[in-house]
């Protein structure tokens, strides 16, 4: 009997245990389900919220983009079109009506060229997203260069680099790109400003997009390497005679880098802005000139659908980092999910 109850005794704490780590690993799905549904309902948001600015506007800018003699539409193709957007219901019909439209993947119809709006963007937006993509990796290089430099290089040298962010706030893109393409492309002959595709192009519109967003990352950064800095474990690793560079690299880099995930993310919507002026400014053929087009015209099923992409990037690259940055830090309290699992492991420990 007594060996009985010893056993069971012994079983009950890996029991509770067992329920313990099972409930551990329940917070982050809950987690990342809450994420996803936010991510979802702001989108539906953005896009029922751009819908309705455009129906509010004074007049009816759809019918009278259609009736414009320029766009040689016939009566029989502007009904066909105003039927297709619901023109002669209700607002809340319309909305209905796009938005289910929306959720299968239907964008619309220029009314400028009575071609599918997806279709529009489709073949544009690859010049965009390298653009974007470029810029980005500029960025973070220039900025990780600069804060390289804020730790490692002597005093003299260190200081002006803290002021190169302030400096990249406080010029604009644009004025960036007209200087680079006047020095590069007009005297030294790097590239040619008819050939805005070319590698040679797109890496100084690049450059020109990236510079000011490499200061919000560098910020951060910096900030983040001086409070590591003047914590205990650095001036331990410090005494014990290790160079400048290997205590940035193997010691400051990584705690410093994991507020930078955030302000990466945060940085997109910049990217995408920017990146609409860089492409009108060396030429390019994108999401901007596209854009230009639309509101010359009034093509506002195009504006519309831009907007609503241009949502659903900064949404989803959000999303991204909200779901990575709790598998970075474990530091991260999951909405008190942690307080809620150690009294059943502190109990069975017990």
Known sequence: ??????????????????????????????????????????????????????????????????????????????????????????????????????????????????????????????????LAVSALVVAVVLAFGIAYGTRNLPAPL?????????????????????????????????????????PAATF???????????????EVLIANLDHEARQEYAGFATSRGLSRSRLFWRHLLKPSSLPVVTVV????????????????IFGRTGVGSLVQRSVTTQDLPVLQAVVVLAAITFVVVNLVVDLVYPLLDPRVDLRGATKRVRPVTEGASA
Not at 171 to 177: D, R, S
Not at 184 to 193: E, M, N, P, T, W
Not at 204 to 218: E, H, N, R
């Open 1 to 130: 009997m007594a060996q009985t109850r010893s056993s069971t005794t012994v079983r009950k704490p890996d029991a509770r245990l067992t329920r313990g780590a099972r409930r551990t690993s329940s917070p982050y799905l809950v987690y990342a389900l809450q994420r996803v549904a936010q991510a979802v309902a702001v989108v539906l948001l953005a896009y029922c919220f751009t819908f309705l600015v455009i129906s509010v506007l004074p007049g009816d800018p759809v019918t009278n983009t259609l009736r414009n003699p320029e766009n040689n539409f016939t009566e029989e193709e502007i009904a066909r079109i105003v039927a297709y957007y619901g023109l002669d219901q209700p607002v809340h019909v319309q909305l209905w009506e796009s938005l289910s439209r929306f959720l299968t993947g239907d964008l619309g119809v220029s009314l400028r060229s009575n071609l599918p709006v997806s279709r529009l963007i489709g073949e544009i937006i690859g010049s965009t997203l390298v």
């Open 265 to 280: 993310a945060l940085t997109v919507g910049e990217l995408l802005g920017g990146a609409l002026i860089t492409e009108t």
């Open 204 to 218: 100084f519109a690049a450059v020109a997009l990236g510079i000011p967003v490499s200061a919000q990352i560098a």
């Open 158 to 198: 260190a200081r002006p680099l803290r002021a190169f962010p302030s400096l990249f706030l406080s010029v604009p893109n644009f004025v960036i790109g007209l200087l680079l393409i006047n020095i590069f492309a007009f005297q030294l002959g790097l590239f040619q400003v008819i050939d805005s595709e070319g």
